[in-house]
């Protein structure tokens, strides 16, 4: 059996393709289609929240605002990169539907979220990073795959911080310093790597010991809480005590203090009365003796009730005067 030759395989071929007819108005229609392929793949738009980056033949070449542009067909690709839309990554957890009751997917991520802290517990440790866009030519240009590279930055920095703290600091008295410092980490990393992601935060969410041994740890911690209540309780009582008795001891003082005071100023106007009558019943003994004498009296009888005027000749008692408290006194 025979092969036959090129020519012989044309000219069967040509025996069997009937005579096609070229029809010269087929060329103005061919023409509209490819100018409306051009329009329709050269026009483009960009959202409210967007950028777009134009790229010619893979090399950057500008980058457009929100709206309607055009690029050169076949020759300029576009990218739209959100630039406003802030971004979350979830770890140790995935959100299945969000709204007033959210679900949440019941599958384990343990080999994100289970960690080893400072003191050699075992923690899950489940968080989120929000992140946007704030140079989408760097993004585009400078890392392969931004969400990969996010998300193993950031697990490899929460561990290293959860590392250097103890169970409890990480459980309750340094959740939100240990949040500042991932977040400053890991933007520290990817500004390194100048990536053009900005990091908004970093947030723990459920932080909990594994399973089994939630048990015992419940047991702990309420050891613990007890301590505290009873330590608490203590200083209730010491401050109810203590200041009360200092006020006390210092109401005393003051109160000694002052009757000292007016002991020594009552002493020293007694020193001063007595030296000014010294003086005065030097100068006029009669006069001043007198003066002593009714001084004296008067401050007797107004002291006095009834009072009455005996004389020493009478031999019985003869009310003279009626000299009650308002007459004696006056």
Do not use: C
Not at 88 to 96: A, I, M, N, Q
Not at 116 to 129: A, C, K, S
Not at 220 to 232: D, G, L, P
């Amino acid at each position: 059996m025979g092969f036959d030759t090129p020519e012989e395989l044309f000219r069967k071929m040509g025996d069997k393709i009937p005579n096609f007819q070229f029809n010269k108005g087929i060329i103005p229609i061919i023409g509209i289609i490819i100018v409306m392929l051009m329009l329709s793949t050269g026009i483009y738009s960009t959202g409210p929240d967007e950028v777009g980056v134009i790229q010619q033949f893979g090399k950057y070449a500008r980058t457009t605002l929100p709206g309607l542009h055009i690029k050169i067909p076949l020759i300029e690709k576009l990218t739209n990169v959100k630039v406003k839309y802030i971004f979350k990554e979830e770890f140790g957890y995935r959100t299945v539907k969000a709204g007033v009751v959210t679900q949440y997917s019941s599958k384990n991520y343990f080999d994100e979220s289970l960690m080893l802290t400072g003191d050699l517990n075992v923690l899950i440790v489940e968080w989120i990073t929000q992140f946007k866009v704030k140079d989408p030519v760097k993004l585009l240009f400078n890392i392969r795959n931004p969400q990969g590279t996010i998300r193993n930055i950031s697990e490899a920095v929460m561990r290293q911080v959860v590392g250097d703290h103890t169970v409890n600091e990480v459980l309750t008295t340094r959740r939100v310093e240990i949040n500042l410092e991932v977040q400053d980490n890991l933007q520290k990393i990817l500004d390194s790597y100048d990536s053009g992601i900005q990091i908004v935060t970093v947030k723990l969410q459920n932080v909990n010991p594994p399973d089994p041994v939630k048990p015992s740890f419940n047991k702990v911690n309420e050891a613990k809480q007890e301590k505290e209540k009873v330590i608490n309780q203590a200083w209730e009582a010491y401050n109810k005590i203590i200041p009360k008795a200092r006020g006390e001891a210092e109401k005393t003082i003051s109160e000694s203090e002052g009757y000292a005071l007016s002991r020594i100023n009552t002493a020293k106007g007694d020193v001063a009365k007595f030296t000014a009558v010294w003086e005065a019943y030097k100068n006029s003994k009669e006069v001043t003796r007198k003066r002593l004498y009714l001084e004296a009296m008067n401050e007797i009888i107004s002291k006095a009730g009834s009072k009455y005027i005996v004389d020493p000749s009478q031999k019985g008692i003869l009310p003279f005067l009626n000299l009650n408290e308002q007459g004696g006194a006056r």
